[in-house]
């Protein structure tokens, strides 16, 4: 095979020469050949981004202007001859780059994971059938088959197209979809945008289908090609910049009371060195330092918790965005139902409706004429393939392979039938036309075969006066109804088929059932009961829409639903938005109304987490504040639009998404408050020590050690704690709620004063004993270290009592508080940590009192959150 995947016009052969050139026929290549073209091109892959090394992870955790303060202080001390203050401050960053370094190692890893996670699937003739590969495994030679809504997987040059458009923004920067023609003649030189017999990788089909020689993989493709030349950094996401925020804001504050601190300590004459470190600890232990890894870690857990739950996160921060959508708009099919179609009805013109029961005789002999001619027309009038062996049924769209079924127990081989009938023309079903129809020739003539909604059908048909009645029945009772029409026409050759799409005689009428989920009625109820609302979108009847909502508990009566129809008489009225929100369920929907739904819905102050898996549905998923897509039975171009991909498309799992969501929003506040609330008891012992003229309580590096070392693995540590039980009782919080809210702020306040106040109290009360100002520190330090961790089980909740919440909830935070207190209590048996904390052994007895002390922390924080829940129990009566 003569292959020169770079060099050959691929464009300028025609396809006789492609498959010379490929050495592949049109039925495509055998798994053996197939195999040998594996190894030798390599898979179907670009190159996966560079991943950084470790020594520049670590650099990484250098840059921030913390970091710098400390490499500072660092310097100071080894300028001014104390190396042991210098040494300590040096270890602290090599641990605190350590497990930046980790973390941002391990979120790495989790991209690959998830990018390997998302698979892209192909249709391919292999060994002469049409079968589903991983996109991976495709080669130069394979024959695709591409449909709307499909991402092209390799560079193809098409070999057949019938109404093929193609969104190539993606390769050319056109937003006009362009048109394929595989019999088109064009010159070596034509470009790129012009090349309408070939597609590209990464392109999205929107019309129409096409099968085509696959002519590059990977690298090779133009894809490939422009991978290689084009790479930048990613953008920020927004969650990550309202924190940075929080802390740039903090960072200003901790200045000013540092320098409220540090002034009267260097009018008092104090020595530069021991101001200038205790000016930088005091920053330190202020700034919540250890934020951004704490929320990584969290929202790293919450990922690995959903992808558990099979909700895969492709932008880290719509794991927090999820559990404050307040609406979400669904699709039914394969969402809320399972999207296994099975023809359970057929109704007959003159003869009325047949149950299809399995094993039940479908009507009778003198029906069985009627029914083998509906048959048929469904088989031919199809794209399907089924496969009788196979635990999915069959290739195809669901409703191809039901009416294949349909055909199969009235003994009709599809696959005898095609070939006795070829097709010589079609008009392939879209959204917008909402049929689709054959033109094919029997041994008796030529005939035209239509599928489609009966509302197009049924005017278009000259037996039709008693199909409308039945629609609305069958339609009431949850039944999907599509009519199966024909005629015979005059017509040796293809062209004009849509013209002759009238006069048609009406076979029957087919109802098709789609099983509600066994879970999707408790799903909702779950979505109900959190406040969030559900909005089910279908292209179904509406008498079928009403019939499921019902079933799943959105809706009573018609009046609840809205029509595509009613979406547009509404646009551009003043209470468009009004109808919208009103909405319930949203039948007979376009694909690009949809968007429509979504603006309406965010208009009316919702915060909109949209489902789809269609390649129309990308839009609206786009717009939506969180998009999620189905992962099993969705496109490329949905899930490429999307936050979220569920890998089982159920709706059961997006509630599941929503409960960590809230769970990863939460600890995150836990954190937060554990760290601020904390920096403010210490910030409050300095100020009350400055003000009385007591010595200062602590120094540089104690603080450093309080801060980063036996306070650093519990903020860590709550971010591992389980969700809380009545996550899903609450209603969700407000998009544009503050981190820092009115609660958080009460609990900081509460608690830092308390430790703050009680802590310097100690202090002061030592000093006054006599007690040297070295023990009288380690004293402090102690109990400091004895209230953080106390407190630890405080921010467990902000409104659940402490003793409520089982231990085993959060076997990390646990392993972190004794791993702390080990650490402190060993520290004066360490002769190196002894000398540079200035620490030293205390007597059980004094331990156990701090211990009573820092204990007493527990107490005024349950009270408060009693308070709290007595005035809001007095409010609600």
Excluded at 242 to 266: E, K, N, Q, S, W
Excluded at 298 to 312: C, D, E, G, K, P
Excluded at 509 to 518: Q, T
Aim: net charge negative; glycine share 8%.
């Amino acid at each position: 095979m003569q292959l020169l995947q770079k060099e050959i016009s691929w464009h300028a052969l025609p396809v006789d020469q492609v498959g010379a050139q490929l050495e592949a026929e049109s039925g495509g290549l055998d798994s053996e050949e197939a195999r040998r073209r594996l190894d030798r091109f390599g898979p179907n892959a670009l190159k996966p981004p560079k991943r950084r090394s470790l020594i520049a992870i670590v650099l990484g955790q250098l840059r921030s202007p913390l970091i710098y303060l400390l490499l500072l202080a660092g310097a100071a001390s080894v300028v001014m001859g104390d190396g042991a203050d210098a040494a300590f401050i040096f270890v602290i960053l090599i641990i605190n780059s350590a497990i930046g370094a980790t973390q941002e190692a391990r979120a790495d890893a989790n991209t690959a994971a998830l990018r390997s996670a998302l698979r892209t699937l192909a249709k391919v003739r292999r060994d002469g059938e049409t079968v589903v590969v991983d996109g991976r495994d495709l080669v130069p030679g394979d024959v695709v088959l591409v449909e709307a809504g499909d991402r092209v997987p390799a560079d193809l040059r098409l070999i057949r197209s019938v109404e093929f458009l193609i969104d190539e923004s993606s390769m050319t920067g056109e937003s006009a979809l362009v048109e394929k023609d595989a019999n088109v003649a064009l010159s070596p030189d034509t470009p790129l945008a012009d090349r309408r017999n070939q597609l590209f990788a990464g392109t999205v089909a929107r019309v129409g289908r096409c099968e085509g020689f696959v002519v590059a993989t990977g690298t090779n493709t133009e894809l490939g090609h422009i991978a290689e030349t084009v790479a930048g950094p990613g953008t920020e996401p927004p969650l990550t910049k309202r924190l940075d925020g929080f802390t740039r804001a903090l960072g200003v504050v901790a200045l000013v009371l540092v320098a409220a601190i540090v002034a009267p300590r260097l009018l008092a004459g104090a020595e530069l060195k021991e101001v200038l470190l205790v000016g930088v600890a005091l920053a330190v232990s202020i700034i919540p330092e250890g934020l951004p890894v704490a929320v990584t870690v969290a929202l790293s857990i919450a990922t690995r918790r959903m992808a558990r739950r099979n909700v895969i996160v492709r932008h880290l921060p719509a794991v927090e965005g999820l559990g404050a959508c307040t609406v979400i708009a669904t699709d039914k099919t394969g969402t809320l139902t399972v999207n296994e179609l099975t023809a359970e009805w057929v109704w007959i013109p003159g003869y009325g409706s047949i149950a299809l029961a399995e094993g039940e005789d479908s009507g009778g002999q003198s029906l069985r004429a009627e029914l083998t001619a509906l048959g048929r027309s469904a088989a031919l009038c199809n794209d399907a393939w089924l496969d009788v062996a196979s635990d999915d049924g069959g290739v195809g769209d669901t409703v191809d392979i039901a009416l294949l079924w349909l055909a199969e127990k009235n003994a009709i081989d599809a696959s005898a039938l095609r070939a006795g009938a070829p097709r010589l023309d079609e008009v392939p079903f879209s959204a917008e036309r909402r049929y689709s129809a054959t033109l094919n020739r029997h041994e008796d003539g030529h005939f035209i075969h239509v599928k489609g909604a009966p509302e197009v059908i049924l005017p278009l048909s000259m037996n039709a006066m008693e199909a409308a009645r039945q629609v609305e029945i069958m339609a009431g009772e949850g039944y999907r109804v599509l009519a199966i029409a024909t005629k015979g026409v005059e017509m040796a050759e293809a062209g004009g088929l849509e013209e002759e799409l009238t006069g048609l005689t009406l076979l029957g009428l087919v109802g098709f059932i789609d099983p509600l989920r066994p879970e999707a009625r408790q799903a909702v109820a779950d979505c109900h009961r959190a406040g969030v609302e559900v909005r089910m979108i279908t292209g179904d009847h509406p008498g079928t829409a009403l019939a499921i909502a019902r079933q799943l508990g959105l809706a009573t009566h018609a009046g609840e639903v809205v029509t595509g129809k009613d979406l547009v008489l509404a646009e551009g009225d003043a209470d468009a938005t009004a109808r919208v929100a009103a909405a319930r369920v949203f039948a007979r929907v376009e694909p690009s109304q949809k968007v429509q739904i979504v603006e309406g819905l965010r208009a009316a102050g919702h915060f909109v987490a949209m489902t789809g898996d269609g390649v129309n549905d990308a839009p609206a998923l786009v717009r939506a504040d969180i998009g999620v897509s189905m992962g099993r039975d969705g496109t490329d171009a949905a899930r490429d639009a999307s936050d979220l991909v569920l890998t089982d498309d159920n709706f059961a799992s997006i509630v599941a998404g929503i409960e960590e969501g809230r769970a990863a929003y939460a600890n995150i506040r836990k954190v937060v408050y554990l760290l601020i609330s904390t920096g403010a008891a210490e910030a409050i012992i300095f100020f009350l020590s400055v003000a009385t003229g007591l010595p200062l309580p602590l120094g540089a590096v104690q603080l450093l050690w309080l801060n980063l070392v036996t306070n650093g693995g519990q903020d860590v540590a709550l971010a591992f704690e389980k969700p809380e039980s009545d996550l899903l009782d609450k209603p969700p919080r407000r998009p544009t709620e503050r981190l820092l809210d009115g609660l958080l702020i009460r609990q900081v306040a509460v608690s830092g004063i308390y430790m703050g106040v009680v802590a310097f109290a100690v202090f002061a009360w030592a000093l006054s004993l006599g007690v040297p100002e070295v023990e009288a520190r380690n004293l402090l330090l102690i109990l400091m270290v004895l209230f953080e961790n106390v407190h630890a089980f405080n921010v467990r909740s902000e409104t659940r009592s402490a003793f409520r919440i089982p231990l085993s909830h959060n076997w990390p935070l646990m392993a972190s508080i004794a791993v702390a207190q080990t650490l402190h209590l060993a520290a004066p048996y360490i002769p190196v940590l002894r000398d540079v904390l200035e620490v030293q052994p205390v007597s059980p007895a004094i331990w156990a009192m701090l211990l009573g002390v820092a204990a007493s922390l527990l107490l005024v924080m349950e009270a408060d959150k009693w308070l709290r829940r007595r005035r809001q129990g007095a409010r609600a009566r």
